[in-house]
């Protein structure tokens, strides 16, 4: 939960995934970068590890987040996935087409979280909004 307590979601949220959005990944030429729409029911554990870590390390630093400070496994699951995670994934150029329509843990395929994963955004709501 966080520090403005707990936000519904807004009874009108659409049910299903956003479509997968294809970009080229200009840091690492043949490969393009997959942004898939995650939920915490879709979320793999090893993602998960990945972003909890990635988040601690944020709010370690004081880069971010003021209002929070070191959260759980539980409490960060419930903060982060309250609302919409995109994560980009780096996916070889020629396996675009095959892995466009698939999970993510399908398109991780054989290669590590910490090799595949590229970035992550969360979207919360706001109270009134």
Known sequence: MSAYGVVPLPASRPTQPLKTIVNP???????????????RQSAPTGLI?????????????????????PMDRAAFEGYFFAADVFVGMAVPDDEVATLVHENIEDVRGTRSWDESVVGYVYFTFEIGS
């Open 25 to 39: 990944f200009e840091k690492k030429p043949g490969y393009s970068v997959l942004v898939l729409h995650v939920t």
């Open 49 to 69: 590890d990945i972003l909890h870590k990635e988040f601690e390390r944020e709010l370690e630093a004081g880069q971010t987040y003021p209002q929070e400070g």
